[in-house]
Structures are given as C-alpha cells and as structure tokens.
C-alpha cells in the first residue's frame, strides 16, 4: 500500500475508534409518558428523544400492543396561553402538548378535554427487568429535558 493511503487509512482507523471508545448511550437521553394502564387497548405512550444535547425525535405508541407511530415534531405554540408545542402523525394528526407541572397534557386539534399523560418510569421494579440506561431518572428530569428541548 502505498505511503498516503496507508496514512489515511490509519488516520480513519483511529477516528473510528476513538468514535468506538465514546459511550454512545451516555449522549442519548429519553423522557416517557403514559396514559392509562399498560397493556390495554386504552393504553398511550410517549417518548421524547434527545441526541448530543439536541432534541432528537418524538415517538408514540398506543393500545395493548404498543403499535408504534413516528411523530413529527412542529415547533412550540402556546395553547390557551400556556407554553406548549405540537406533534403531527403521518396521517397528519396534530396533537397539542403543554407541560403542566411534571405532567403533559394532550389535546388533538378540536380542542377536547386533554388527557393527563405521567412520566413513565423503564426500568426494573423490585429488581426484575431491564435497566434502561438512557431514560431520565425521574418526572423532574422528565419535565427538564421536554421543556429544555421541546418547548424551544
């Protein structure tokens, strides 16, 4: 090989592991909120998804399956004067979301009652399960990071 590509090809070698050596996880973080009880058709779940310190995606799932639906993330609006932002669905579905304490109320665009969403602790519980390394530890940090980087 000659002298430049033999350089640039360790020069990209340890790029890489420096990237390798970096714990990926630790970068991401994750806020979830539910409403009802998991494991039943009125079950609805939201994660809000933060990458290098940058709001990243907003997902949701829903019903005794958890049926995933990506979300797409339309900016800050205020709802009845409180600061809030709005999600949009592929069908194009909005929802309006306003932290409310250390909850998130959700309303669709008709202007219903909203529905009472709580942080959603993943985790173990009495010491059976899995540790989910990349969710926020409590609703504090729950509300944190949604007001850090949604409401923005």
């Known amino acids: 090989m000659p002298f430049p590509t033999f350089t640039r090809a360790l020069g990209i070698a340890l790029s890489l592991g420096?990237?390798?050596?970096?714990?990926?996880?630790?970068?991401?973080?994750?806020?979830n909120y539910g409403y009802g009880q998991p494991g039943t058709a009125g079950y609805e779940h939201f994660s809000f998804w933060t990458s290098n310190g940058r709001r990243s995606n907003a997902a949701y799932a829903s019903g005794q399956n958890r049926e995933d639906a990506q979300l797409r993330y339309l900016g800050p609006r205020k709802l009845a004067g409180q600061p809030g932002f709005r999600v949009q669905f592929l069908d194009g579905r909005t929802l309006h979301l306003v932290p409310s304490g250390t909850t998130l109320r959700v309303s669709?665009?008709?202007?219903?009652?909203?529905?009472?969403?709580?942080?959603?602790?993943?985790?173990?519980v009495n010491g059976v399960g899995?540790?989910?390394?990349v969710c926020v530890e409590d609703e504090q940090a729950a509300m944190r990071l949604v007001r850090a980087h949604y409401l923005k």
């Open 130 to 133: 899995t540790q989910c390394s």
């Open 108 to 124: 669709n665009a008709s202007g219903a009652a909203p529905k009472v969403f709580t942080w959603e602790y993943e985790g173990p």
């Open 18 to 31: 420096a990237l390798a050596a970096r714990p990926a996880l630790a970068q991401n973080q994750v806020a």
